[in-house]
């Protein structure tokens, strides 16, 4: 069992930008394919970014070109750098590892 901890969430204005960090502790986080997801208000949760052992990422097509998944300087972080930032990219995102998840940390675009 991982323990996942997601961070850097808060309000932003449309047009601004913000970095997600999921956390692991003790685990590189390489051996299995990590994923974003994202969940907003009454809605389905959704995946967002992913990212394979190998390097293989992968975006949704309503996120690509603004968001970018890597590898954190840290050993066992992963980040998802938003840029660009639209209302309808407000939701609560989560990441996952294998069959484990994070807590979630809560995204708000608005003026």
């Known amino acids: 069992q991982v323990q996942l901890v997601e961070s850097g969430g808060g309000l932003v204005q449309p047009g601004g930008s913000l970095k997600l960090t999921c956390a692991a502790s003790?685990?590189?986080?390489?051996?299995?394919?990590i994923q974003w997801y994202r969940q907003p208000p009454g809605k389905q949760r959704d995946l967002v970014a992913t990212l394979t052992p190998g390097g293989y990422v992968n975006y949704a097509d309503s996120v690509k070109d603004r968001f970018t998944i890597s590898r954190g300087n840290s050993k066992g972080t992963v980040l998802l750098q938003m840029t660009n930032l639209k209302p309808e990219d407000t939701a609560v995102y989560y990441c996952?590892?294998?069959?484990?998840w994070g807590q979630g940390t809560q995204v708000t675009v608005s003026s």
């Open positions: 996952l590892y294998g069959n484990n």
């Open positions: 003790g685990n590189t986080l390489d051996v299995y394919t």
